[in-house]
T-cell receptor, first 114, second 110 residues
Framework: NAGVTQTPKFRVLKTGQSMTLLCAQD?????MYWYRQDPGMGLRLIHY???????AKGEVPDGYNVSRLKKQNFLLGLESAAPSQTSVYFC?????????????FGPGTRLTVL | RKEVEQDPGPFNVPEGATVAFNCTYS??????FFWYRQDCRKEPKLLMS???SGNEDGRFTAQLNRASQYISLLIRDSKLSDSATYLC???????????FGTGTRLLVSP
């Protein structure tokens, strides 16, 4: 039981390049989330999904797209990377109902955009 | 005003000390509250939920004061392994969105 996994762990991009971050969970959770964490800012929600085939915008969605084609996977895409997107990206998942309050996080992806 | 605010610290305490953190919140993040722990360069993990009546888990005690809109976390008999950043988290009244504070860093020294 791996929990929540993220690929890749580290990445360096040049401005304008694109990439996709993959999040996978094996807990059969309905809800999945993408956050970014920056110094002094705390965790900020980018996009989230309440089930397979559904996505919604979070607090800071601009410059990102997401897809949830399979229940266990949640992809975060950067179409044209910018230095402001240098951050640590965390994926999380949670069950539904009261259990939604417990979010399980992946180990994070450290992204640097030059 | 941020929805959830914390003193960033760091709080430097010796082993065995008792330390307390406070966190204040605005109305929009007032449904449920939690403390998450984040070790350096690691992912956040749920430490404990915060109930109106207060709750205790071993050396950790969490309390909620709705009248003054603050949450507290008390750690007794601090261990070196308690060194981490503690995130105060509220649940948005709208839906399934957790609102994270920026964290309070704790350093426990021998």
């Amino acid at each position: 039981n791996a929990g929540v996994t993220q690929t890749p762990k580290f990445r360096v991009l040049k401005t304008g390049q694109s990439m996709t971050l993959l999040c996978a969970q094996d807990m059969n959770h309905e809800y999945m989330y993408w956050y970014r964490q920056d110094p002094g800012m705390g965790l900020r929600l980018i996009h989230y999904s309440v089930g397979e085939g559904t996505t919604a915008k979070g607090e800071v969605p601009d410059g990102y797209n997401v897809s949830r084609l399979k229940k266990q996977n949640f992809l975060l895409g950067l179409e044209s990377a910018a230095p402001s997107q240098t951050s640590v990206y965390f994926c999380a998942s949670s069950s539904w109902g009261l259990a939604i309050d417990t979010q399980y996080f992946g180990p994070g992806t450290r992204l640097t955009v030059l | 005003r941020k929805e959830v605010e914390q003193d960033p610290g760091p709080f430097n305490v010796p082993e065995g000390a008792t330390v307390a953190f406070n966190c204040t919140y605005s109305n929009s993040a007032s449904q449920s509250f939690f403390w998450y722990r984040q070790d350096c360069r690691k992912e956040p993990k749920l430490l404990m939920s915060v109930y109106s009546s207060g709750n205790e888990d071993g050396r950790f005690t969490a309390q909620l004061n709705r009248a003054s809109q603050y949450i507290s976390l008390l750690i007794r008999d601090s261990k070196l392994s308690d060194s981490a950043t503690y995130l105060c988290v509220g649940r948005d009244t709208g839906f399934q969105k957790l609102v994270f504070g920026t964290g309070t860093r704790l350093l426990v020294s021998p």
